[in-house]
């Protein structure tokens, strides 16, 4: 099994800043790829960043040039810089990784539990 740990939401003012991070734990051969998700009331969830395995990544329209997504793969640990937040970033935001257990093993998609992000002055 896999646990995904998730910090650093909270309350912050339009036009403030929060660092998200998430770090992986227990069985891991390899983390394909990491990312965030987000969902807002009343709407489906939605991919913000995606991090893979190797460097690239992909990042929402909508975060473009204000969000940043990073990893440490010593640590396991993914990371969300969101700058510039505006009202409509608010959501829970979800932590998401891609795992094989070993190295022929299935690829396994984990979710953390969630971090509330609110924007709001």
């Known amino acids: 099994q896999v646990q995904l740990v998730e910090s650093g939401g909270g309350l912050v003012q339009p036009g403030g800043s929060l660092r998200l991070s998430c770090a992986a734990s227990?069985?891991?051969?390899?983390?394909?790829?990491m990312g965030w998700y987000r969902q807002a009331p009343g709407k489906q969830r939605e991919l913000v960043a995606r991090s893979v395995q190797g460097g690239s990544t992909n990042t929402a329209d909508s975060v473009k040039g204000r969000f940043t997504i990073s990893r440490d793969y010593a640590k396991n640990t993914v990371y969300l810089q969101m700058n510039s937040l505006k009202p409509g970033d608010a959501g829970v935001y979800y932590c998401?990784?891609?795992?094989?257990?070993?190295?022929?093993?299935?690829?396994?998609?984990?979710w953390g539990q969630g971090t509330q992000v609110t924007v709001s002055s």
């Open positions: 998401n990784a891609e795992v094989r257990a070993t190295p022929s093993a299935q690829r396994i998609a984990y």
């Open positions: 227990g069985r891991l051969f390899s983390i394909d790829a």
